[in-house]
């Protein structure tokens, strides 16, 4: 379980990188901030759930391998804009780059929900439901949060379709399958709700009651 979780949080780490590194490149963020931008946004949310937890140092220091991936992936994507510029001119590429930037942050997403989960539980004995759902959400959006300060945008979260609403429904999914099912498949159903809800939210644009 161990490793299943480790492979999971190294594809989290890939996905939220590539995130938080091609939106620094369309503020045209120097080679630095592309890289700040692409591990905030990997291990941001990790960060907040491990102080919350009381887990010191938290885990982005305590075992780097994160944050070494989050920059290697950051720098690629620069690397790759930076020699081929008219990818970022191109009209062509704009539906499939939202595309492309809509899974990562959804798989991100869902990974790092029920990932949160299991740290929650492996620290808190007894069964919390809502602290467990609290932990696991706040590590799947929270990288995403710091993303968009730092970028200065609106937290994706507040404007955007069903978001945090999908990690919400995924983390109570994977609390109820890990005490009635184990752990293995509260991890798997929860992760797929999570991305299921996401992916149906983007496509249908589907969003909460706002003020027009």
Do not use: H
Not at 86 to 98: G, P, Q, V
Not at 182 to 209: D, H
């Amino acid at each position: 379980m161990d490793t299943f979780i480790f492979i999971l949080e190294m594809i989290g780490t890939v996905a939220f990188a590539s995130s938080g590194a091609m939106i620094a490149i369309e503020k045209k963020m120097d080679i630095f901030g592309v890289n700040i931008l692409g591990a905030t946004t990997a291990v941001g949310g990790g960060m907040m759930r491990d102080i919350i937890l009381g887990i010191t140092p938290p885990t982005a220091f305590a075992k780097p391998v994160y944050v070494l991936f989050a920059i290697l992936t950051a720098t690629l994507l620069f690397a790759i804009t930076y020699t081929n510029p008219e990818i970022l001119k191109s009209r062509a590429k704009n539906k499939y780059y939202d595309n492309v930037m809509m899974l990562c942050d959804t798989f991100g997403l869902g990974i790092f929900t029920v990932v949160g989960i299991q740290a929650a539980a492996s620290v808190v004995t007894e069964n919390n439901t809502f602290f467990f759902v609290f932990v696991g959400v706040l590590t799947g959006v929270g990288g995403g949060v710091l993303r968009d300060i730092l970028a200065g945008e609106t937290p994706y979260i507040l404007v955007r379709e069903i978001y945090a609403c999908a990690s919400i429904a995924g983390g109570i999914v994977c609390v109820v399958c890990r005490d009635s099912m184990g752990e293995p498949a509260g991890v798997i159903l929860g992760l797929i709700v999570t991305v299921v809800i996401r992916l149906l939210a983007s496509y249908f644009r589907w969003n909460l009651l706002r003020v027009r």
